[in-house]
């Protein structure tokens, strides 16, 4: 959950306290749901596909002047709100857009997401062997940024005043990356 605009602004399937109940997602996924409060005691559907809701996964990033909405259902969706509650479907590289959403921020001036590569190990190698890391200034425009070490898997991504950090694996070894601008990347070591 997320503040924006005077709303508290959740994404998921079913909030305590809302009026609509949820059901079953069909076999071919769900649209994300958008639920805004201001109180955090009662939600109110804004968007999406209520009553079915979505499935588990989305992130709410919140930026000075926009609101995104990344959506992990066997891929990556995004939508991008200046109210929260009317949102606009953002068009991502295809690389991007096949992998599903790990984590999602904002600092420094740049969005970083961290994206889970399904496709590693197995047959499918057109996305490599890795889990990557997206930025972007504009959230219209993401790039492919490389991170040191091999078989990566990311777990966290978290932001602070001195910069980014990911938390996750290289070959299996428990790995912490760093990053003052979301860009360049260096291994840390073992946390």
Known sequence: MVQFHGYHVAAGAFFSGSAVSTSDCSTSG???????????????????????GSVAGEQLVVAP??????NDDEGT????????????????????AALGVRGAVWGHGRYVAILNNK????????????????????????????????????ATLNVDATGFTVRGAANGSPTEWTSPDGITWTIKGHP
């Open 77 to 96: 969706g995004l939508w991008r709100s200046t109210n929260a509650i009317s949102w606009n479907e953002v068009p991502l590289p295809s690389d991007m």
């Open 65 to 70: 002047t926009a609101l995104l909405l990344f």
């Open 30 to 52: 769900c649209n994300p749901m958008v639920w805004t409060s201001t109180n955090e005691k009662q939600w109110t559907p804004r968007w999406g596909s209520a009553p079915n």
């Open 119 to 154: 496709y590693a190990g197995g047959p499918n190698t057109a996305y490599g062997e890795s889990d990557t890391i997206w930025t972007s200034t504009d959230w219209m425009t993401w790039t492919h940024d490389p991170v040191a070490g091999s078989r990566l898997t990311f």
